[in-house]
């Protein structure tokens, strides 16, 4: 969220600003001050004035991913507390670090469950170097040497996400298709690194 202390804001009076600093910016809502509240603000999309209604205003404790859908249809959402507004967020807010995590977790505790059934079901590693064919060499090159250190993993240890997920499917612990396996790696990369951005274009 953008607090509201940093926000550019334009007083009632001024309204013929708000598109330059908009546009200038790059910003798609410039909050409109009246009174000492903000009950408007001009809108990139329309060009002009929008009064704040229901489907574009959040409340402080919303989780984030209740705001997805939101986003599809509005991409700014005023943050309310009690009948004040404290901040703005909007699409690029996602690619901050908090939001990051919040997606991230989930990730990575889908990667240990599915390393935690091949254990749980008896698959070996002998098993799993079978479903996961080629990149299976380069798993087991890093499990030797791990060895000499006596550092003991299972194989999927040593793989990436893309990996975990083909092993899965491999051995029957999860359902989901190659589109899908690439489109949740591509998903762990955006929010794991740092120098990518998890939204890149608002429409996205």
Not at 3 to 32: C, H, T, W, Y
Not at 164 to 173: C, H, K, P, S, Y
Request: glycine share 6%; with cysteine; charged share 30%.
């Amino acid at each position: 969220m953008t607090p509201r202390s940093v926000l550019r804001v334009v007083e009632n009076g001024n309204l013929r600003s708000a598109e330059r600093i908009a546009l200038k910016g790059g910003f798609d809502a410039i909050p409109i001050v009246e009174h000492g509240a903000i009950r408007r603000f001009w809108s990139r999309e329309e060009r002009g004035p929008v009064r704040i209604v229901r489907h574009n205003l959040v409340f402080y404790d919303t989780p984030i991913e209740n705001l997805l859908p939101r986003f599809k249809t509005d991409g700014v959402q005023f943050v309310y507390y009690r009948t004040e507004v404290v901040g703005l967020v909007d699409v690029s807010d996602l690619n901050k670090p908090l939001a990051r995590m919040v997606w991230l977790h989930p990730i990575l505790e889908c990667e240990q469950k599915i390393v935690e059934q091949t254990v749980k079901r008896g698959h070996d590693d002998d098993e799993i170097t079978r479903v996961l064919e080629n990149e299976a060499k380069r798993a087991l090159k890093k499990q030797r040497q791990a060895l000499q250190q006596d550092l003991k993993l299972r194989l999927l240890s040593f793989v990436y996400f893309r990996e975990v997920l083909r092993a899965g499917v491999g051995l029957g612990i999860i359902s989901i298709s190659k589109t899908e396996i690439e489109k949740l790696n591509d998903l762990r990369n955006r929010l794991a690194h740092p120098g990518r951005s998890l939204i890149e274009h608002k429409g996205q």
